[in-house]
């Protein structure tokens, strides 16, 4: 990126002592388990392992055992002591067990290891049962998927429908497909093998990022597809977008089989050519066969009734399914082109699984979230010639245009003064042509299984539950809480003091709450799907999801955090299905990629795109890190990437230019920013990338510790509010007076988790003296704040949510009396408290039955979550009564 370049020149940071480096015979061996359990066919999967600081060498080989299978391994980051503290792994294709053991020493080679041949004019990649061929230019993602001479699939693209604008009238749309730029070996085996394929739709619309990943003996290619959308919403609409492969048909057209797997496993079983329920009867064998997708018998053997006239019966060559709500799909087909379509049948939720092919051969491929991302579609067209055409539409050609306009005219807002007014009623802080999706992205993930055979419906069924819920190997959780990762502010679920379990049933009622809800109130959607609202209307009875910025919540005050910290001390996988789900819509739909904003988040609105308020503390890497740590996924990892730099966005972006009450010029030297939401998302960042080893690891390090020391040198420290920065050295500007300015959102998007983790990582006590400090004073009373820092802090809020810095504290500084406060800041808070009833009521009055909670808001529960997770894990043994 072009605006990394001008990082070369930071100043070195001072030097912070290091932990020595310890034995290979110190490695713990760690007991893997299947988040849902044993997959009940193959499985591949990648996962990450977090090791204790100073135990595991950086250069350390692993392999698994009990049962004894191969893996292939590899560094995540790195302890500042240059041992490890993740490593990502994965595991070759077979029949899963129960459980893997994880230690220390050579690892077994797959039997078909996946081997990759870079040659000039493409990437080969052999898994030992397919072969696939990757174009390094042109329009063909893969060219061709072999099973030794047979090919099954061919000519991959990306297509996409562009529309120029919209309006009442119909409108005309240009097929594009994709053009392939760069092609990258980002892993070539033995067990697994990624390949990055870069490019655009067309000449110039759609960038787009797409990981081929290859497993040691499956017969299967996984597909990571990200696009980002780079139009301002007025223009050059996606009307349709989706990956297409071709599939040779060989047999003859009774012998050809359509299959798509709807609810549940249940399945479409058809054939293009069908010699069931004709009014002559070919025999029962034959029935049977073409029933269980196996080949029929000569038809010489038929009743030649029916043989005599297969010519009269109809190939039905195109079938689609489409998935146009959360609630509904319908499927078609028809002869051919030009001829009318025969509705076949209707469901609620498919699972996104199609296959065409024949007793030969074909191609199976799904999606991932399918139903929950509508509108989406599987198309099989001309099934019946040489050669058919499978489609899977992540947006549905049949759903009309993704509409990404802005939802109002502006109401008049074309000044500060107007939009701080519209804040205060809407709360949406407009801003003329801020409510731009351009920038934001999307990735999906498909499987596409290159099969000898027309498969069974136990394997079909099979196949689409991995495609719903793919496998995936999990850390035990007191593995998890021994390493003392995320700043250690979790501990494993305890109900054995009733006080405890009283927090337990609580925090079970708010997720059980929030999941519920997202399915009554319908949160899915192509944008929307992984997100919450923010605010519920008592009136209405629904939630605020029209009314400005109580819409949308866009990880305010943190609930990525809560779910996932939720995660890491109970292994539970529905938590980690709604955080995974989270973290892939925040990560890319409220984050900018493009564009002036890149690396900054959109605030909570009607849109996700929609505020005005482009920050730090939605784009913060602190809601990445965890997904990507537990699985390894490298397009979180780009996500954290991309974060490295961000600093400069407030070259271009003062994130409070509406309420500052004294001129100000962005200047490069001087930089204003906040010690709290802002300096957290870039603390994160930075972090990440030096513990990574990415390619600025350096001068992350040194913006790292450089802000740290500079802020601990401030008189006040992070209660001074904000610091003018240097982009060049990667400090503060040193501050001659006290200075109080502080906000109760500072430390909500964060800051509590990332500096729970420098501080463990680097000994720099001026710097932990000024966050404890803060951790003490700010639900501290008005005279211990004003006798500390000269001034109280104002009437603030969230002291609730504060609870766990106060908790912190008490644990750093072994104080009685501040876990003491702790506790009663917790039960006391503004949150939620005991006397709450703690259920939610049966409404029937909504458009459709749900469940209501008035008393619940989502910034509340993710405070309280966060704010009970971390009590009990720093002061839990020292809980008091309400």
Not at 283 to 309: C, K, M, S
Request: proline share 6%.
């Amino acid at each position: 990126m072009e605006r990394r370049r001008v990082l070369a020149g930071m100043a070195a940071a001072p030097f912070v002592p290091m932990i020595p480096r310890v034995g290979r015979a110190a490695v713990p061996e760690v007991r893997l388990t299947w988040l849902e359990g044993r997959p009940g066919s193959s499985a591949t999967t990648t996962w990450g392992t977090p090791w204790p600081k100073g135990t595991v060498p950086g250069d350390q080989t692993f392999r698994l055992a009990d049962p004894s299978v191969p893996v292939q391994s590899w560094p995540l980051a790195y302890w500042p002591d240059g041992s490890l503290k993740w490593s990502g792994h994965a595991i070759a294709d077979g029949a899963p067990s129960d459980a893997y053991t994880l230690q220390a020493g050579t690892p077994d080679r797959p039997a078909q290891p996946v081997v990759v041949t870079d040659r000039k004019k493409y990437v080969e990649i052999d898994t030992g049962v397919i072969v696939a061929r990757v174009p390094r230019s042109g329009r063909e993602l893969i060219s061709e998927i072999r099973r030794g001479e047979t090919v099954i699939a061919r000519d991959g693209v990306l297509v996409a429908y562009r529309q120029e604008h919209i309006s009442d009238e119909p409108s005309p749309r240009h097929l594009v497909q994709s053009d392939v730029r760069k092609v990258v070996v980002e892993q070539s085996g033995p067990v697994r093998a990624v390949v990055r394929i870069e490019g655009r739709h067309g000449t110039n619309w759609l960038p787009f990022t797409v990981r081929l990943v290859f497993f040691a003996g499956a017969e299967s290619v996984k597909m990571m597809h990200t696009f980002v959308y780079d139009r301002d919403g007025s223009k050059d609409y996606i009307a349709g977008l989706g990956v297409r492969f071709k599939v040779p048909m060989r047999d003859a057209a009774y012998d050809r089989h359509i299959r798509f797997v709807g609810d549940g496993h249940g399945q479409l079983t058809e054939a293009v050519q069908g010699i069931t329920g004709l009014r002559r009867d070919p025999g029962l064998a034959v029935r049977n066969a073409q029933i269980a997708g196996t080949a029929l018998p000569d038809p010489a053997t038929w009743d030649q009734r029916v043989t005599t006239r297969l010519q009269y019966i109809p190939l039905w060559g195109d079938y689609s399914l489409s998935q146009l709500s959360a609630n509904g799909f319908t499927v078609r087909k028809r002869t051919k082109q030009g001829y009318g379509w025969v509705s076949v049948d209707q469901g609620q939720r498919a699972s996104g699984l199609a296959y065409v092919g024949g007793v030969t051969g074909g191609v199976a491929v799904g999606l991932k979230d399918f139903w929950q991302r509508h509108p989406t579609q599987l198309d099989i067209r001309r099934a019946h010639t040489a050669e058919a055409e499978v489609t899977v539409w992540l947006w549905s050609p049949d759903a009309g245009v993704m509409d990404t306009r802005f939802y109002h005219d502006g109401m008049g807002q074309d000044t500060y003064p107007e939009q701080l007014e519209g804040l205060n009623i809407t709360y949406e802080d407009y801003e003329p042509a801020f409510g731009t999706p351009y920038g934001i992205s999307r990735t999906n993930e498909l499987v596409l299984w290159a099969l000898p055979s027309t498969p069974t419906a136990e394997r079909l069924g099979a196949m689409a539950d991995q495609v719903r819920t793919p496998p995936q190997l999990i850390n035990p959780v007191d593995h998890l809480v021994s390493c003392n990762v995320f700043g250690g502010l979790f501990a494993p679920v305890d109900r054995t003091d009733p006080l405890k379990a009283t927090i337990e049933d609580h925090l079970d009622f708010l997720f059980d709450f929030y999941r519920k809800q997202v399915e009554q109130r319908h949160w899915y959607g192509f944008w929307d799907h992984g997100d919450i609202m923010h605010t519920f209307d008592e009136d209405r009875l629904v939630w605020r999801y029209d009314v400005g910025g109580y819409a949308w919540d866009n990880s305010e005050l943190s609930p990525d955090l809560w779910l996932w910290y939720a995660f890491l001390r109970s292994g539970r996988a529905d938590i980690y299905r709604f955080a995974e789900a989270m973290t892939r819509h925040t990560g890319e739909v409220d984050v900018y990629h493009l564009g002036k904003w890149a690396g900054l988040g959109t605030r909570h609105g009607v849109q996700h795109w929609a505020d005005s308020a482009k920050q730090q503390r939605i784009s913060t890497a602190i809601y990445r890190r965890i997904y990507y740590y537990l699985t390894a996924d490298e397009r979180t990892g780009d996500l954290l990437s991309e974060l490295v730099d961000s600093d400069r966005t407030f070259l271009v972006l003062d994130p409070i230019r509406k309420i500052r009450t004294e001129p100000y010029t962005p200047d490069p030297h001087a930089l204003s920013i906040g010690l709290g939401t802002d300096w957290s998302g870039l603390a994160a960042a930075w972090l990440t990338e030096w513990e990574r080893k990415g390619p600025l690891w350096e001068t992350a390090k040194a913006k790292l510790l450089g802000t740290m020391e500079t802020i601990g040198a401030m008189p006040n420290g992070f209660v001074t509010g904000s610091g003018l920065y240097d982009l060049d050295t990667g400090r503060f500007a040193p501050v001659a007076g006290k200075t109080v300015s502080v906000s109760h959102l500072s430390a909500m998007f964060g800051q509590v988790e990332i500096c729970a983790e420098v501080i463990d990582l680097v000994d720099l006590p001026a710097f932990e003296a000024a966050w404890l400090q803060y951790c003490r004073l700010f639900n501290a009373t008005a005279a211990e704040q004003t006798a500390e820092c000269g001034a109280a802090f104002g009437n603030l809020i969230l002291r609730q949510g504060h609870a766990r810095l106060t908790a912190y504290a008490a644990v750093r500084l072994n104080s009685a009396a501040l876990t003491q406060r702790a506790w009663r800041d917790f039960y006391t808070g503004d949150g939620y408290g005991p006397a709450l009833p703690w259920k939610s009521e049966r409404v029937t009055t909504t458009l459709t039955p749900t469940d209501a909670a008035k008393w619940v808001s989502t910034n509340t529960t993710a405070l309280y979550g966060l704010a009970a997770i971390q009590n009990l894990a720093l002061v839990g043994d020292q809980i008091i009564a309400p």
